[in-house]
């Protein structure tokens, strides 16, 4: 079992740099992959990138919620959204994303598409690798 980035995901990278096998990547182009991802066979479930997230995007995999119900405000960053997003990361660098919109609150949100999200971007994407 791997951890998916989910699609609240406002690439903030401090994920990447507390993760102790270096399996989380941006996705590029950001236009087809905006969020951040993560190699599920390089994994190791340790959970050490869940408290990292300020988004709470992170879930064990068969914790992925199929019915996530918003606080309200938090951003869904999915490709096909058109809003607009401006914030900075983990290090204060810019982060400029167009595939957003803002959720409501007591919005029902299926989360559990983002995993097959992450395993596109491994298996067909720019993730991909031949071993």
Same mark, same amino acid.
């Given at each position: 079992?791997?951890?998916?980035?989910?699609?609240?995901?406002?690439?903030?990278?401090?994920? !990447?740099?507390?993760?102790?096998?270096?399996?989380?990547?941006?996705?590029?182009?950001?236009?087809?992959?905006?969020?951040?991802?993560? +190699?599920?066979?390089?994994?190791?479930?340790?959970?050490?990138?869940?408290?990292?997230?300020?988004?709470?995007?992170?879930?064990?995999?068969?914790?992925?919620?199929?019915?996530?119900?918003?606080?309200?405000?938090?951003? =869904?960053?999915?490709?096909?959204?058109?809003?607009?997003?401006?914030?900075? +990361?983990?290090?204060?660098?810019? !982060?400029? =994303?167009?595939? !957003?919109? !803002?959720?409501?609150?007591?919005?029902?949100?299926?989360?559990?598409?983002?995993?097959?999200?992450?395993?596109?971007?491994?298996?067909?994407?720019?993730?991909?690798?031949?071993?």
């Amino acid at each position: 079992m791997t951890h998916i980035i989910t699609s609240l995901c406002l690439r903030d990278s401090g994920c !990447v740099e507390v993760c102790p096998v270096e399996c989380i990547t941006p996705g590029k182009p950001q236009e087809q992959w905006p969020m951040f991802y993560i +190699d599920p066979d390089t994994c190791i479930d340790c959970g050490a990138c869940v408290p990292e997230c300020p988004y709470a995007a992170i879930f064990p995999e068969d914790e992925v919620p199929a019915a996530y119900a918003a606080r309200g405000g938090e951003f =869904l960053n999915r490709v096909g959204q058109d809003g607009h997003y401006e914030g900075t +990361d983990h290090h204060g660098d810019p !982060v400029v =994303l167009e595939t !957003v919109r !803002v959720l409501t609150q007591g919005e029902v949100v299926d989360l559990t598409t983002d995993i097959q999200a992450n395993t596109d971007y491994y298996t067909k994407g720019p993730g991909y690798s031949a071993k």
